[in-house]
């Protein structure tokens, strides 16, 4: 009876702080333990002059038209399962973009937060204390003790780009990288912020699309940021517009793509492919070279890639290194169908690559994105023997 009661009145004095929120008092009167959720442009519309707040779309949502993997009968042949994602294989040839969004706002702050597992993640809160509707950038619960502890730094502007696990390479090249060379483009570059600890592709890849990394202000992810002027990106990871921005913005390819790559993950930690020994006599067979991509300096990788005219590899992050190869380049993935990743079939249309799928076995008794795998060599050298044959796709 005791505890029923006090579920009761902890029920009822929530109910209560979150109606004094909504008639506008600021979550810090309750220690941010109550915070409300609002998209950017809802926030914007509530300003009434641009000098308070400004909001742009650049891209309208759009639905993409894309091929199917050429080695797919039918679009119900394609995995459903939209699992951690947000969408599936079969959603990719009528993927829906949503739309690029560019607004300033007014007394913003910038949350930051790094788990236990040493992954980042961020949320923005507005002048009235909602937190902003922004992809990658959702409210956590931890974020409520980091408003209630956390330092402050104060900034009068800054243009943030920054969204969840910035730190894993292809999050950086198809979500992080691109922003940052739109906003260039709109002028709007010189203020962004960047971590003060960073991979060492980071700053390889600015300098290679043109920026100078040691120009960048920083911040630490242990402080909260409350800026006067915030700028704010929200975008969709794979619209072609913008994963496309970042081959264009880098030295152009010498030579016609000739090479055939296979990308071996024998040195990772994880997805490893566990019969490659018997997989590669077939690869080599076909001309393929085999690389490890972490053996090779970032310039080295994309000079390889420019002149690749077919990639195949097992799931993993090298395959987001097809954004450096020309359009139409053979992308043959192998994959675990039972956890499927969409991911790099979307980054392979974007690019207007032609896209190959190779279902591959799940092994070991561990959580799906930890799993090694094995492929049936039958089914590599048929896809093989297929993409040899196959006309490239226009250009």
Same mark, same amino acid.
């Given at each position: 009876m005791i505890r029923s009661t006090a579920r009761l009145l902890k029920s009822r004095v929530r109910a209560a702080a979150r109606y004094a929120i909504r008639t506008g008092v600021h979550p810090a009167r309750f220690q941010y333990?109550?915070?409300?959720?609002e998209s950017l442009a809802a926030c914007c519309q509530r300003y009434t002059s641009e000098e308070q707040a400004s909001y742009r779309r650049i891209h309208s949502e759009s639905t993409a038209t894309n091929p199917l993997p050429a080695n797919c009968v039918g679009r119900d042949a394609l995995p459903d399962d939209p699992g951690w994602w947000g969408y599936s294989f079969y959603d990719v040839p009528r993927r829906r973009s949503g739309p690029t969004e560019l607004a300033q706002l007014p007394n913003c702050t910038i949350v930051p937060h790094v788990d236990a597992n040493k992954e980042f993640w961020v949320t923005v809160l507005n002048q009235e204390g909602k937190s902003l509707l922004v992809r990658e950038m959702a409210l956590r619960a931890p974020h409520h003790r980091v408003l209630r502890t956390a330092p402050r730094r104060r900034l009068d502007s800054c243009v943030w780009v920054l969204e969840r696990v910035y730190d894993n390479y292809s999050h950086w090249f198809t979500?992080?990288?691109?922003?940052?060379?739109?906003?260039?483009?709109?002028?709007?570059?010189?203020?962004?912020?960047?971590?003060?600890?960073?991979?060492?592709?980071?700053?390889?890849?600015?300098? @290679?699309?043109?920026?100078?990394?040691?120009?960048?202000?920083?911040?630490?992810?242990?402080?909260?940021?409350?800026?006067?002027?915030?700028t704010l990106l929200n975008t969709d990871r794979f619209r072609p517009e913008l994963l496309q921005l970042v081959p264009k913005a880098m030295?152009?390819?010498?030579?016609?793509?000739?090479?055939?790559?296979?990308?071996?993950?024998?040195?990772?930690?994880?997805?490893?492919?566990?019969?490659e020994g018997e997989l590669w006599p077939l690869l080599e067979k076909k001309g393929f070279e085999r690389v490890r991509m972490e053996t090779l300096s970032f310039d080295e990788q994309v000079a390889l890639m420019q002149e690749t005219k077919t990639l195949c590899a097992p799931h993993g992050a090298g395959l987001t290194n097809m954004m450096f190869c020309q359009p139409g380049t053979q992308i043959i993935e192998m994959a675990d169908l039972s956890f499927p990743n969409p991911n790099f079939y979307a980054v392979a249309c974007a690019m207007s690559h032609q896209y190959w799928l190779v279902s591959a076995e799940g092994v070991g008794d561990c959580h799906p994105l930890e799993k090694d795998m094995r492929v049936d060599p039958e089914a590599l050298e048929a896809v093989l023997n297929?993409?040899?044959? @196959?006309? @490239?796709?226009?250009?």
């Amino acid at each position: 009876m005791i505890r029923s009661t006090a579920r009761l009145l902890k029920s009822r004095v929530r109910a209560a702080a979150r109606y004094a929120i909504r008639t506008g008092v600021h979550p810090a009167r309750f220690q941010y333990r109550i915070l409300e959720r609002e998209s950017l442009a809802a926030c914007c519309q509530r300003y009434t002059s641009e000098e308070q707040a400004s909001y742009r779309r650049i891209h309208s949502e759009s639905t993409a038209t894309n091929p199917l993997p050429a080695n797919c009968v039918g679009r119900d042949a394609l995995p459903d399962d939209p699992g951690w994602w947000g969408y599936s294989f079969y959603d990719v040839p009528r993927r829906r973009s949503g739309p690029t969004e560019l607004a300033q706002l007014p007394n913003c702050t910038i949350v930051p937060h790094v788990d236990a597992n040493k992954e980042f993640w961020v949320t923005v809160l507005n002048q009235e204390g909602k937190s902003l509707l922004v992809r990658e950038m959702a409210l956590r619960a931890p974020h409520h003790r980091v408003l209630r502890t956390a330092p402050r730094r104060r900034l009068d502007s800054c243009v943030w780009v920054l969204e969840r696990v910035y730190d894993n390479y292809s999050h950086w090249f198809t979500a992080h990288l691109p922003k940052i060379i739109l906003l260039r483009e709109q002028g709007l570059a010189e203020e962004i912020l960047l971590p003060e600890q960073r991979p060492a592709f980071i700053d390889d890849s600015l300098r @290679k699309t043109g920026f100078s990394p040691e120009n960048f202000r920083t911040f630490s992810p242990d402080t909260i940021l409350e800026v006067s002027r915030l700028t704010l990106l929200n975008t969709d990871r794979f619209r072609p517009e913008l994963l496309q921005l970042v081959p264009k913005a880098m030295p152009s390819a010498i030579a016609p793509p000739h090479r055939q790559i296979f990308i071996s993950r024998e040195g990772a930690s994880r997805r490893r492919l566990i019969n490659e020994g018997e997989l590669w006599p077939l690869l080599e067979k076909k001309g393929f070279e085999r690389v490890r991509m972490e053996t090779l300096s970032f310039d080295e990788q994309v000079a390889l890639m420019q002149e690749t005219k077919t990639l195949c590899a097992p799931h993993g992050a090298g395959l987001t290194n097809m954004m450096f190869c020309q359009p139409g380049t053979q992308i043959i993935e192998m994959a675990d169908l039972s956890f499927p990743n969409p991911n790099f079939y979307a980054v392979a249309c974007a690019m207007s690559h032609q896209y190959w799928l190779v279902s591959a076995e799940g092994v070991g008794d561990c959580h799906p994105l930890e799993k090694d795998m094995r492929v049936d060599p039958e089914a590599l050298e048929a896809v093989l023997n297929q993409s040899a044959s @196959k006309p @490239k796709v226009a250009q």
